[in-house]
């Protein structure tokens, strides 16, 4: 039972890591399939904005300046009011954004016609478990008139002249977006508005998705140190006390070995071998169990999608070996340094 146990807490730490990792890597891959899911070579972004931040605003009549130029075939804004850490409603020119985007496909319902209505992807309405004629509370009640695919843009939409003047944003965008007559322009389009517009924040829809890693998140990069700290402190005490226990349990046994000639190596080395069984054993399991946690996200989180990592695999299974070693070595010098006899006569 003690090995079954050490086993599972060690696979809980692999676990922990790859779920965390997959998760950072599935929201991020999420939101750059999401905007290239726009449609659009360019988006421009107002001054004040940083990495992929909608939260500032800038003059609507920007987009027609922005149409006027050659090789641009469309162009668009759309104004994102976020609501909390995890809801935002982003407000569209419906024709625009279909025009573009090639067009949100519809599941359930109808497209918006009322200011009040909005449209959530499958996503959200799984989530939150809504259905066309459901209310939504997102800074405003809302009626979800339909459920499109996943994968353009946002998860919710509404009329652009409704939330700019429900979220005071009047004659206001978030970002505008960019589809020309021919990829191949982009590099010049883009440096021709950022000679008009020198202020703005003007990318390639590329390099605006390159963002989107998590070494561009500082955050993500620091908490997923902080959580692997976690998961090897926890392996390396769940391993300490269970080759504790067993050097207390083999007392009599290491006492034999030793009388018969056993040197505090080989003492030491049996110790280490059973841990690394342990910790491979405990990798796979971990592994394994992340299929786990990935439906269970997909039923209860489904906005948080978790992505299977191998090439994690190596960099994991190297910190649960290392975390386990590490708690097994002071057993093992305690065993190594028993004398014979007293090991002898333990009871």
Same mark, same amino acid.
């Given at each position: 039972?003690?090995?079954?146990?050490?086993?599972?807490?060690?696979?809980?730490?692999?676990?922990?890591?790859?779920?965390?990792?997959?998760?950072?890597?599935?929201?991020?891959?999420?939101?750059?399939?999401?905007?290239?899911?726009?449609?659009?070579?360019?988006?421009?972004?107002?001054?004040?904005?940083?990495?992929?931040?909608? &939260?500032?605003?800038?003059?609507?009549?920007?987009?027609?300046?922005?149409?006027?130029?050659?090789?641009?075939? %469309?162009?668009?804004?759309?104004?994102?009011?976020?609501?909390?850490?995890?809801?935002?409603?982003?407000?569209?020119?419906?024709?625009? @954004?279909?025009?573009? &985007?090639?067009?949100?496909?519809?599941? #359930?319902?109808?497209?918006?016609?009322?200011?009040?209505?909005?449209?959530?992807?499958?996503?959200?309405?799984?989530?939150? #478990?809504?259905?066309?004629?459901?209310?939504?509370?997102?800074?405003?009640?809302?009626?979800?008139?339909?459920?499109?695919?996943?994968? #353009?843009? &946002?998860? %919710?939409?509404?009329?652009?002249?409704?939330?700019?003047?429900?979220?005071?944003?009047?004659?206001?965008?978030?970002?505008?977006?960019? #589809?020309?007559?021919?990829?191949?322009?982009?590099?010049?389009?883009?440096?021709?508005?950022?000679?008009?517009?020198?202020?703005?924040?003007?990318?390639?829809?590329?390099? @605006?998705?390159?963002? @989107?890693?998590?070494?561009?998140?500082?955050?993500?990069?620091?908490?997923?140190?902080?959580?692997?700290?976690?998961?090897?402190?926890?392996?390396?005490?769940?391993?300490?006390?269970?080759?504790?226990?067993?050097?207390?349990?083999? %007392?009599?046994?290491?006492?034999?070995?030793?009388?018969?000639?056993?040197?505090?190596?080989?003492?030491?080395?049996?110790?280490?071998?059973?841990?690394?069984?342990?910790?491979?054993?405990?990798?796979?399991?971990?592994?394994?169990?992340?299929?786990?946690?990935?439906?269970?996200?997909?039923? @209860?989180?489904?906005?948080?999608?978790?992505?299977?990592?191998?090439?994690?695999?190596? %960099?994991?299974?190297?910190?649960?070996?290392?975390?386990?070693?590490?708690?097994?070595?002071?057993?093992?010098?305690?065993?190594?340094?028993?004398?014979?006899?007293?090991?002898?006569?333990?009871?």
């Amino acid at each position: 039972m003690r090995t079954l146990l050490s086993v599972f807490a060690i696979g809980v730490e692999v676990t922990l890591i790859l779920t965390l990792v997959g998760v950072s890597h599935g929201v991020l891959d999420d939101l750059a399939s999401r905007s290239r899911g726009t449609g659009a070579d360019i988006i421009i972004r107002p001054p004040e904005s940083s990495g992929f931040n909608f &939260s500032f605003t800038m003059p609507e009549k920007v987009v027609d300046v922005i149409r006027a130029k050659p090789h641009v075939a %469309t162009a668009t804004g759309t104004f994102v009011k976020y609501i909390d850490s995890f809801n935002s409603v982003t407000g569209i020119h419906l024709d625009e @954004f279909n025009a573009m &985007s090639g067009g949100l496909k519809l599941i #359930k319902g109808q497209l918006f016609h009322a200011p009040d209505d909005i449209i959530v992807d499958e996503v959200f309405a799984k989530q939150h #478990k809504v259905q066309p004629g459901s209310p939504v509370d997102l800074g405003h009640v809302w009626r979800v008139s339909g459920i499109v695919e996943q994968g #353009k843009l &946002s998860r %919710t939409f509404v009329d652009i002249s409704a939330a700019q003047e429900l979220f005071a944003g009047r004659g206001l965008v978030s970002a505008i977006y960019v #589809k020309l007559d021919d990829p191949a322009n982009t590099t010049a389009v883009k440096e021709a508005l950022q000679k008009e517009l020198a202020t703005y924040k003007i990318d390639s829809i590329e390099d @605006f998705v390159s963002l @989107f890693s998590v070494n561009s998140v500082p955050y993500i990069e620091a908490f997923t140190k902080v959580v692997i700290g976690i998961a090897v402190l926890i392996g390396f005490l769940v391993v300490c006390l269970s080759m504790y226990t067993a050097v207390l349990e083999r %007392t009599r046994e290491i006492g034999i070995l030793k009388a018969l000639g056993a040197s505090p190596g080989y003492i030491v080395g049996i110790l280490l071998r059973e841990t690394v069984v342990l910790a491979i054993t405990g990798t796979v399991i971990g592994i394994l169990m992340t299929y786990g946690t990935r439906s269970l996200l997909g039923i @209860f989180a489904s906005s948080f999608p978790q992505e299977i990592v191998p090439d994690w695999y190596p %960099t994991v299974a190297g910190i649960a070996l290392a975390g386990s070693i590490v708690g097994a070595l002071y057993p093992g010098l305690r065993a190594a340094r028993q004398d014979a006899i007293e090991a002898l006569a333990y009871d």
